[in-house]
């Protein structure tokens, strides 16, 4: 079976900075994977996803995240972060078989300082 | 694409009384549907799932019951809530294809 591990409960940025969230994944064979954004009271949004190809995918809000085979990882980025990026982000993996569900990290909360 | 209906968006019910949470999806047939939880702090629990209609998979012995009695309709239910029960309820699908989930945009549930 699948795991998912956010290793950062919470990280604070000032706005302008770089980001890297990391997430970090166990499973015997190639996983698919993906990252997701909840704002206080709301649902999940799909931030981007990896199936196979490009190890290096982009999503939306100008977020990106790198594929690692062989560090078993799939962080994200983003350059310059904005105060409305401030919500929890979600990593999660699924295994190549239909039906099969999704395992969600602990999530990591991302503060922006002004 | 997929569209996730949830309600009511917030309830506050006392300790005992019975639940019933609706999840509805359009633009998709046959999808997984799934429920989850997430208590303050404490990330994202899966209670239960559904391949199918009338297919039910528990995986947490719990309080809260599930049926889906249409192909794009999910109901979470309780007999008598707990205080315990508390939290952000979230409802998601996806369809026959690998692909991630479509989630709803949650019920805050405070029991009383």
């Known amino acids: 079976a699948q795991s998912v591990t956010q290793p950062d409960i919470h990280i604070t940025v000032s706005e302008g900075a770089s980001l890297e969230l990391r997430c970090n994944y166990s499973?015997?064979?190639?996983?698919?994977l993906f990252w997701y954004v909840q704002s206080p009271g709301q649902g999940l949004q799909l931030l981007l996803k990896y199936f196979s190809g490009d190890t290096l995918v982009q999503g939306i809000k100008g977020f990106e995240a790198e594929f690692k085979r062989s560090q078993s990882s799939f962080n994200l980025r983003k350059p310059s972060v904005h105060w409305s990026d401030a919500a929890e982000y979600f990593c999660?993996?699924?295994?190549?078989?239909?039906?099969?569900?999704?395992?969600f990290g602990a999530g990591t909360i991302l503060r922006v300082k002004s | 694409s997929q569209t996730i209906h949830q309600w009511p968006a917030t309830l506050v019910q006392p300790v005992g009384s019975p639940l019933s949470l609706e999840c509805t999806v359009e633009?998709?047939?046959?999808?997984?549907l799934y429920w989850y939880r997430q208590a303050a702090g404490r990330g994202l629990q899966l209670l239960f799932y559904s391949v199918g209609i009338g297919q039910i998979s528990s995986e947490v012995p719990q309080n809260l019951s599930a049926s889906r009695p249409q192909d794009r309709q999910f109901i979470l239910s309780s007999k008598k809530l707990l205080l315990s029960d508390s939290g952000f309820y979230l409802c998601a699908s996806r369809g026959q294809t690998l692909g991630g989930y479509t989630f709803g945009s949650g019920t805050r549930l405070t029991v009383v």
């Open positions: 999660a993996v699924g295994a190549w078989i239909v039906g099969n569900k999704l395992v």
């Open positions: 499973y015997g064979a190639t996983p698919y």
């Open positions: 633009g998709t047939s046959n999808p997984n």
